[in-house]
C-alpha cells in the first residue's frame, strides 16, 4: 500500500472513529455550557446505541431498506436520548443533587438496563441481530466512482452519512451558542446564573432545554456505532467512547470547534491503533498495549489540559433564587 493511499484510508478512518465522539462532545457542551455537570455522556451514548439497533432491527423487520430503518434509528435514539435525560435534569436542577453522582448513576443504569432489555427482546441474546445501518457514500459523475479517487475519495467523499451530518452540528452548534441571543443566555446560565436570573432569564428553563439537547446529540452519537461500524448493539458498543468524548470537549476547551479538533485527535489514535498492525515491527508489541493507546492518550490530554482549560464559572453548582 503506497503512502498516499495509506495516508487517505488513515484520515477517512479518523473521521469514522470521530463522529460519535463529536456528537457526545457537543451534547456535553450544550450541558456544561448552562452550568450542569454531566458524566452521564457515556450513559446516554449506551441508550442512544440501544434505541437505535432495537428500532432499526424492527423497521427491518417491517421491510424497511437498511438505510430507512437507520434513519428511524438514529431518530428513535435522539428522542430516547431526550428522554432519559430529564432523569438527570429532574435530579440535577430540580433537587440539587449531587450532578458527578448523578451522571455516574445514568452510566450504570444504562449499563445495566439496556443488557437486560436486550436480553429480554431476543430470547437472552446479549446482542441484537445484525442491523445493515448506514452506507459510506459512493457517488458516481461522468461515469467515475469519486470515492475511488485516491487520497480525494477516502478523505472527502467515501463516508457515512452520520460523519457529515456531525460536521453539520458542529457549525449548528458554533453559531447557536456564539452568533444567537439563545446561545447567549445559555451560557450565561453557566457563568453567572444569579446575573441571568435578575436579567430575567429563566435559568432552570435554559438548563433544563440544555440538559436535554446533552442527552439527545450524546444518543445520536451512541446510535452512530450501532448503524455504521458496528452493526449490532451489545454491552461493549459504546466501551468508554462517552468518556473519551467527555475528554474531547475538555481538551477542546468547551468550544465546538475545539470539541471537533479533540475529536480528531482521538479517532486519529484509535485509527492508528488499528493500522499500526499492518506493520511487522508491530508483532512485537502485545496487542493489549496497542489497543489500550486511545485511553492512556485520554488520560495523557486531561493531565495536559488541567489548569489549561477554563470551565464554565458556576459549572456544576445547583441555582438557589433564594441566595442571589
Do not use: C
Amino acid at each position: 500500500m503506497d503512502f498516499i493511499t495509506l495516508s487517505g484510508q488513515l484520515i477517512n478512518t479518523t473521521l469514522v472513529f470521530a463522529t460519535a465522539l463529536v456528537f457526545a462532545a457537543l451534547g456535553g457542551i450544550f450541558s456544561e455550557r448552562s452550568g450542569v455537570t454531566n458524566l452521564g455522556i457515556e450513559g446516554f451514548m449506551i441508550f442512544g446505541a440501544f434505541a437505535a439497533g432495537v428500532t432499526a432491527h424492527y423497521a427491518q423487520d417491517a421491510g424497511m431498506s437498511g438505510e430507512s430503518a437507520a434513519v428511524i434509528g438514529l431518530i428513535a435514539a435522539a428522542v430516547f436520548g431526550l428522554i432519559v435525560s430529564l432523569i438527570h435534569a429532574v435530579a440535577s436542577i430540580t433537587f440539587k443533587a449531587d450532578q458527578i453522582i448523578s451522571g455516574i448513576v445514568i452510566n450504570f443504569l444504562a449499563a445495566g438496563s439496556t443488557l437486560y432489555m436486550v436480553k429480554l427482546l431476543f430470547d437472552g441474546s446479549g446482542e441484537t441481530p445484525l442491523i445493515l445501518g448506514f452506507e459510506k457514500w459512493d457517488p458516481t459523475l461522468f461515469g467515475i466512482k469519486l470515492a475511488e479517487i485516491p487520497f480525494f475519495g477516502s478523505v472527502f467523499i467515501n463516508h457515512y452519512p452520520t460523519t457529515f451530518l456531525a460536521i453539520l452540528f458542529v457549525i449548528i452548534a458554533y453559531y447557536f451558542l456564539y452568533k444567537t441571543p439563545y446561545g447567549l443566555r445559555l451560557r450565561s446560565v453557566g457563568e453567572h446564573p444569579s446575573a441571568a436570573d435578575t436579567m430575567g432569564i429563566n435559568v432552570t428553563k435554559y438548563r433544563y432545554v440544555a440538559v436535554m439537547i446533552s442527552g439527545a446529540l450524546a444518543a445520536i452519537g451512541g446510535a452512530t456505532l450501532t448503524l455504521t461500524t458496528t452493526g449490532v448493539f451489545s454491552h461493549n458498543t459504546i466501551s468508554g467512547q462517552g468518556y473519551i468524548a467527555i475528554a474531547a470537549m475538555i481538551f477542546g476547551k468547551w468550544n465546538p470547534i475545539g470539541a471537533f479538533g479533540a475529536a480528531l485527535f482521538f479517532g486519529l489514535s484509535q485509527a492508528v491503533r488499528n493500522y499500526i498492525q499492518i506493520f511487522e515491527w508491530s508483532q512485537a508489541i502485545p496487542q493489549e498495549i496497542i489497543f489500550m493507546l486511545p485511553y492512556v492518550l485520554t488520560i495523557v490530554v486531561l493531565v495536559a489540559a488541567v489548569g489549561r482549560s477554563s470551565a464554565p464559572a458556576a459549572l456544576g453548582q445547583p441555582y438557589d433564587p433564594g441566595k442571589r
